[in-house]
């Protein structure tokens, strides 16, 4: 089945790193996201990785995939008081589709 | 600015009441689709409409009726909803249906409270 997982509650100190995790079940997924939402907000896509990318680096943030466990993570380098927020993990099924399943969210808190 | 538009923004309503939730995007999209968000839950994907036809409706109680009239505008119609309904209900869009990477740009969202 299709099951997106993620930890609901992250809070760290401004200026360090933060790593948010995602498990999904689909292993037909081919594309991987995360989105980030503030309060009030709509979803903004942040980045995303396909599916035989092990790593990739968009300035503060880097994605991590484990694809033989499932693992997806976002860290945030540097982060800032703006990026507490909550972030999505999705991933996109069946290939070929528009279909997005999504995680619980993380809420992100970050505190100086 | 996101490029879609969701009206309003907030809405209350009585079980007994019939209302409208509008999405518009100006975008050149082909596929637009209405999410749910509920606290302490996934987004749900309710509908999905790929160059104005309904290609998914993720077993969604018939209290809520899709209209997709162009590629550019999404409409979702309530009618003698519950309080259990209440939610952000997200519209989005993307460029081409069923390509391996179309990224979806999402609306703000109209936060319902159903009473």
Redesign the interface.
């Known amino acids: 089945g299709e099951d997106v997982e993620q930890s609901l509650f992250l809070s760290v100190r401004e200026g360090d790193s933060s790593v948010i995790n995602c498990t999904y079940t689909d292993s037909s997924s081919t594309y991987l996201y995360w989105y980030k939402q503030e309060p009030g907000a709509g979803l903004q896509l942040l980045t995303y990785i396909f599916s035989n990318m092990d790593m990739k680096q968009d300035q503060r943030l880097t994605v991590l995939l484990n694809k033989k466990d499932k693992h997806l993570s976002l860290r945030i380098a540097d982060t800032q008081t703006g990026d507490s927020a909550i972030y999505f993990c999705a991933e996109k099924v069946p290939p070929g589709t528009d279909k997005l399943i999504f995680g619980t969210g993380t809420r992100l808190q970050v505190f100086p | 600015e ?1 490029g ?1 538009t ?1 009206t309003p923004r907030h809405l209350v309503m009585g079980m007994t009441n019939k209302k409208s939730l509008k999405c518009e995007q100006h975008l050149g999209h082909n ?1 637009m ?1 209405w999410y749910k968000q509920s606290a ?4 749900e ?1 309710m509908f ?1 409409y ?1 160059f104005k036809e309904q290609t ?1 409706n993720n077993s969604v109680p018939s209290r809520f009726s899709p209209e997709c009239p162009n590629s550019s505008h999404l409409f979702l119609h309530l009618h003698t909803l519950q309080p259990e309904d209440s939610a952000l209900y ?1 519209c ?1 869009s ?1 460029l081409t ?13 109209t936060r319902l409270t159903v009473v």
């Open positions: 996101t879609v969701q596929a689709y302490k839950k996934p987004l994907l999905v790929n998914e997200l989005a993307s249906p069923g390509q391996m990477n179309t990224e979806a740009f999402f609306g703000q969202g």
